[in-house]
């Protein structure tokens, strides 16, 4: 272990991250077990395992009961729409899912410094709605680095039937980890208004959100307008 001032478990953190930059372990991957990276990081097994625990507080890792740690993976079922906090008020599960463009662009000045490119690089932009049955409740705007995201295309995307963040694990090796979101009250314009199916001027939630990998690089810029008549946005506090 090289020396550092930071605590030995927070030490071993950063290393099981990186290894996962690196690709040591894929999604769903099964971890060693506790013993092994203790002798590999010559540590105690408590360490570890508090190292761990802070890895699946912020679900990088998760574990099993009786099975393991392993690594946190967007293709399950259960973390399908792990980021998006839109509640059903009838209870209703799921969304089904209507691609409207997949283009290349040039990253504006904003989309740029919130991902961390040039000014004008090349991303690729992705417009689509989210839908509960027949009735649109999330227009959704993402940026994506195209050096990242190489070869993303509608067919690509339409030729998917999991989640956005499913196909970009799995057919870009980019894990999103964590987000962060900024929540706000605006009017529908008209554009967005034909897309919702509401009035022009319809109130509605926008949410800008800053999609992570491994080691905090940002690699999604999402702003997504909420129609709440039946949805309400729910977030559970600790």
Request: glycine residues 8%.
């Amino acid at each position: 272990m090289p020396k550092s001032a930071a605590p030995l478990y927070e030490q071993i953190r950063e290393l099981i991250v990186a290894a996962l930059a690196g690709g040591e372990w894929r999604p769903g991957d099964a971890l060693p077990s506790e013993a092994a990276l203790a002798a590999r990081f010559q540590a105690s097994p408590g360490t570890v395992r508090r190292a761990l625990d802070e890895l699946a507080a912020a679900h990088v890792v998760e574990r099993r009961q009786g099975a393991g740690t392993f690594v946190a993976t967007h293709t399950a079922p259960r973390d399908a729409y792990r980021f998006l906090r839109l509640v059903s008020d009838e209870g209703k599960k799921g969304f089904t899912r209507r691609l409207v463009h997949c283009r290349r662009a040039r990253a504006s000045a904003e989309t740029a410094r919130m991902l961390q490119l040039r000014t004008a690089e090349p991303v690729i932009e992705v417009r689509r709605l989210l839908l509960r049955g027949d009735r649109p409740a999330v227009l959704d705007d993402l940026w994506l680095p195209e050096r990242h995201f190489k070869g993303l295309t509608s067919d690509v995307i339409n030729g998917y039937a999991g989640t956005l963040y499913a196909l970009f694990e799995e057919r870009y090796q980019v894990h999103m980890v964590r987000a962060e979101e900024k929540l706000r009250a605006v009017s529908a314009s008209e554009e967005a208004a034909g897309l919702l199916a509401v009035a022009p001027g319809h109130p509605l939630l926008s949410v800008d959100r800053v999609a992570y990998t491994y080691g905090g690089r940002p690699v999604e810029l999402r702003r997504g307008l909420y129609h709440t008549e039946s949805d309400h946005y729910r977030n559970d506090l600790n």
